[in-house]
């Protein structure tokens, strides 16, 4: 009679084998073992460092708040300018009509880590049309003008109403934004304008330059906090207008103002 042989059944797979009480039982009885434990995770990274930025990017994107900022306004008002500034710290010269562009940058607002994932949209009216689409996703809008331009300050009236419209609200996240002020000497609308508009739509206003840099980071950054608010106000179930998706609370005009070179840039 031939001896009986423990022979792993080959329907079984190595791991299935490993973890049955038979296989533990085998272990135990014999003084050596042919498995090997399996390297850890920090073994892992040890073994293999160059994946640590790829994990801790893999992880940390599960964790980060992503904000959906959209660039609205008429054409040639700058907003491309003021979205690649803040993305790349570079100024675009020439002026090249935008269809539609997103652009995501990672950064810290007020000890918070942020990733603005930035919509910047055409202002011709010919792609009116796009604008309820981008609309409904977004979750805060800088309206943007130009200081040289008493056009395109009026149009930021349009963008306002067609926002709340689609949002069906009395009010959402978003600030003005009168870019180019480093025009002074060609300015058509003034700040006081510019301040009185915002307070009309119960919201933040903001004078930038694309060019200088002026502001840029605060315009965007601002809108964050005024996305934070919203959001805290509706899910905390806060009393007064904002929370019902009214008018902001009257905001200190004079907030913020500061001096930047060759013109006086306002924060609302």
């Known amino acids: 009679m031939q001896p009986l042989v423990d022979t792993p059944n080959p329907a079984f797979s190595a791991a299935e084998i490993e973890s049955s009480p038979l296989s533990s039982a085998r272990l135990s009885n014999n003084s050596v073992a042919h498995t090997s434990p399996r390297p850890s995770l920090l073994d892992q990274l040890h073994q293999s460092p160059t994946r640590i930025p790829s994990l801790i990017a893999a992880m940390a994107s599960k964790?980060?708040?992503e904000y959906k900022l959209v660039v609205v306004g008429?054409?040639?008002?700058?907003k491309s300018c003021l979205t690649i500034q803040l993305i790349q710290s570079h100024f675009v010269d020439e002026y090249d009509p935008t269809i539609e562009d997103s652009y995501r940058k990672q950064c810290v607002i007020d000890d918070e880590v942020a990733l603005l994932d930035v919509l910047d949209t055409a202002g011709q009216e010919e792609y009116s049309a796009m604008r309820?689409?981008?609309m409904r996703t977004g979750e805060g809008f800088l309206l943007v003008y130009s200081i040289t331009?008493?056009?395109?300050?009026?149009?930021?009236?349009t963008f306002q109403q067609q926002i709340l419209r689609v949002k069906d609200k009395d009010y959402f996240p978003m600030?003005?934004?009168?870019?180019?002020?480093?025009?002074?000497?060609?300015?058509?609308?003034?700040?006081?304008?510019?301040?009185?508009?915002a307070r009309s739509f119960g919201c933040k206003f903001i004078e930038t330059?694309?060019?200088?840099?002026?502001?840029?980071?605060?315009?965007?950054y601002d809108i964050v906090r005024e996305i934070r608010k919203y959001n805290r106000d509706i899910t905390g179930g806060a009393s007064g207008a904002r929370a019902n998706g009214g008018p902001a609370e009257k905001l200190n005009v004079d907030e913020g103002d500061s001096d930047a070179g060759c013109c006086k840039c306002t924060v609302m």
């Not at 008429?74 to 700058?78: C, H, P, R, Y």
């Not at 056009?151 to 930021?156: A, D, G, L, T």
């Open 209 to 220: 330059s694309a060019k200088s840099r002026i502001n840029v980071e605060n315009a965007f």
């Open 132 to 134: 309820e689409q981008y």
């Open 74 to 78: 008429g054409g040639g008002v700058g």
């Open 149 to 157: 331009s008493q056009q395109s300050f009026e149009e930021i009236k």
């Open 175 to 197: 600030i003005v934004v009168g870019n180019k002020c480093d025009l002074d000497g060609e300015r058509e609308v003034s700040v006081e304008e510019g301040k009185e508009l």
């Open 63 to 65: 964790f980060l708040r």
